[in-house]
């Protein structure tokens, strides 16, 4: 079963969200102002290109399917053309996007038999990368992660919406991956998750509980920051499964 659109299957109720790229609103939910972490930074124009526009990508504000302008997209992000070109060659082989010779450049489609093999990677690498990290983290790295888990449960769920909190749930992913300190490892788990985020957004407004998705998070935090690996790894494997079952609920 492919999603071509998602459409049909997901009610998007963000201003703006129905149209081509040029419609979205410009970067502005970053790092330090979602999460309250400190501001990610960036080594190159090129690498905060592919920053935003892969989390446009998978958190869906650029449809599955919907074209690409390079142009509109520099414009937007405020900068040239070149590293926006660099960071769609680089989105490519993350199978974020695809492109066609004289058809052009789309956000690549949302295909839900891949939720099968999606899932299995991740039950795999999850707890892998949850316990490197609970064994690894420096002592600066289990105060971060402590901290995230404290905004996590202060967070108030009446004025956060599904969209925002599924921000936080990719940078909570993306710091214990990072902290378990293998590129490799973080490589490859950011990739699908990036994947799976994308199943998940499509069908967002459908899923009963996905504050309480998110909110899995905060015992995952806790368990790495005190060190505590094979609690830490049976929590991120019970995380990918729930999140499947989540996903299947609704299909």
Known sequence: ??????????????????GGARLHRPYSW?????????????????????????????MLDIRPNEPLDDDAL??????GKT????AIKR?????LIVTYPRRGTFATGV???????????????????????????????????????????Q?????????????????VHRTIYRVGGNPHLEDALVRHHNLATRIFCLFLDRLPAVDGHVHEHVDLLRAIAAGHGEDAA???????????????SVI
């Open 1 to 18: 079963m492919t999603a071509a659109t998602g459409r049909t299957r997901h009610r998007d109720r963000r201003p703006g969200a129905a």
């Open 30 to 58: 970053g790092v330090q102002q979602v999460t309250g972490l400190k501001e990610e930074r960036y080594s190159s124009l090129a690498e905060r290109a592919y920053a935003e526009i892969r989390d446009r990508l998978i």
């Open 74 to 79: 520099a414009e937007e992000l405020q900068m």
């Open 83 to 86: 590293p926006v070109r660099e």
């Open 91 to 95: 989105l490519e082989v993350d199978r």
């Open 111 to 153: 295909d839900i038999t891949d939720l099968a093999h999606i899932s299995e990677v991740r039950s795999l690498l999850e707890p892998l990368a949850a316990q490197r990290a609970a064994e690894r983290a420096s002592a600066a790295e289990r105060q971060e992660l402590l901290h995230l888990a404290d905004r996590l449960e």
């Open 155 to 171: 967070l108030d769920l009446a004025t956060t919406s599904n969209h925002d909190l599924m921000h936080y749930d990719a940078q």
């Open 234 to 248: 049976s929590r991120a494997a019970e995380h990918v499964k729930s999140f499947e079952v989540a996903v299947r």
